[in-house]
């Protein structure tokens, strides 16, 4: 059953944008239920059919007059269906309306100013006092010509029509992209379209998106079985669980421990699933081979390789010896796929091999099962609430897959994986207990690979140095450190101290990312 068919929806036609997703995203929010159909395959009767309240035209990097590339069934806009085009979206709908688009004078990337020119129901506290709104742009062509019935709303110093409407068929173009969070009103205008003018009501949340989900699942894997690497995180968790309610017991989850976790980690991924949630659960204690393949190696790159297809090596193993698995599941989210290719086709430069329970074996010849694949990190945590997770896993900070091997600069022994494993679980201690953890994106300890005297009860110590990082992010594209205050961080550093044997100095970390990164290495 498509249980989605008869909620009553906004539709957004993709011309290729690289925000689409956060058209999207920022409906659901609203709490309405929207979906994605590229400009390639919409045809009337899956308007007609499926409760269309409104309508958007995404971005895209095309020429609206490319018109052997655009496919667009043109009675779609003669349905009478509210209608918003976004950037692409607007200089097609000016075309299509009789308007004219042409390449800009001047290019407008980024932040613009946009001047209310009229009234408008679109933007009902979208601009400020002095009738302005930053607003984020990114096109090289403009809407030069306004098609005949429309009126403008607002316009950039160099783009006249960049805000116009037409009323009477509900049509209303705007050139920046209202669902960027640079935009400063854009939420505002979004609802404005969807609630006003779409006149529709909320019918969208997360225990929705629960059932869609656990649906789409059942009915892609029907009675076979799937594997799920579960490493304690956040997104594989959520996926486990989901996959629990969809497959039950056709479900296997493997768990290896690399002996680079964090402080009984492994306890409690095992009690979690195994004993909690009843799944069934492969644990694999492979510290040995982990430790041992990574002796005496200070590469940064060459850890994460040899860590990468250790546990790839190990998870095969395990797989190959459940029988008649055909999908693989994994925690793969919206932002995973869009940097994982390159939009523009341009070679990026590689910073550091990540790897997650994410990349596993291809020649294993298994089909991927990505139930997430489409949503935000915010929304994977709304939806592991939703799946009863329980929030200590939910709004956990993210975990590497090479774990404490790339907080620890230099060789690994086992005697740094323990002083930093204290190290980190005080950290993570103290900032839960003065509610800091939730307003910190990801905090960790790290060991760095020097020794400094100290001096403790009089006696010289020449012990090591642990660095503490605490960021604020969105994404972890970007990211600044956490401004503590000297007592919270004081606190930390002497518990530290005094409580580990091998750290006599503690330091902080007050880099941003760019130019450093979040984890070490
Ligand atoms: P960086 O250090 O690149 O980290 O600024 C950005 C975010 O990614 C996490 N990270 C990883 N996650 N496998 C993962 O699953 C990896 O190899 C990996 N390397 C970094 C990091 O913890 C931060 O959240």
New binding site residues.
Partial sequence: MNLEKNLNKILIIDFGSQFTQLIARRIRELGVYSKIISNNKIKLKDILKNNVYGLILSGGPLNVYQSNKIKLDKRILNLGIPTLGICFGHQILSKEQGGKVKKSKYREFGLATIKKKNKSVLTRDFFNRNNTCDVWMSHSDEVSKLPKGFSVIGSTRNSKFAMIENLNKKMFGIQFHPEVTHTKNGKKLLKNFVFSICKLKKNWSSKRQKSKLVNEVKNQVKNSKVICAL?G?VDSSVVGKLLKEAVGKNLVCIFVNTGLLRKDEEKQVVNTFKKRFKINLIYVNAKNIFLSKLKNISDPEKK?KI??NLFIQIFEKQAKKIKNVKFLAQGTLYPDLIESKSVTGSQTSK?????????LPKKMKLKLVEPLKYLFKDEVRKLGIELKLGKEIVLR??????GLA?RMPGVITDKKIKILREADNIFIDELKKNNLYKKI??A?AALLPVKTVGVMGDNRTYEYICLLRAIT?ED??T?DFYNFNKKFIQQVSNKIINNIKGINRVVYDVTS?PP??????
């Fill in positions: 490493s995180g994460r860590i990468g910073i550091k091999s990540h790897h997650n329970v994410g990349g900070h993210p975990f590497p897959g090479p790339i994106w990801q960790y992010s972890g594209m990211a990312k450093s990164t979040i984890e070490l290495e």
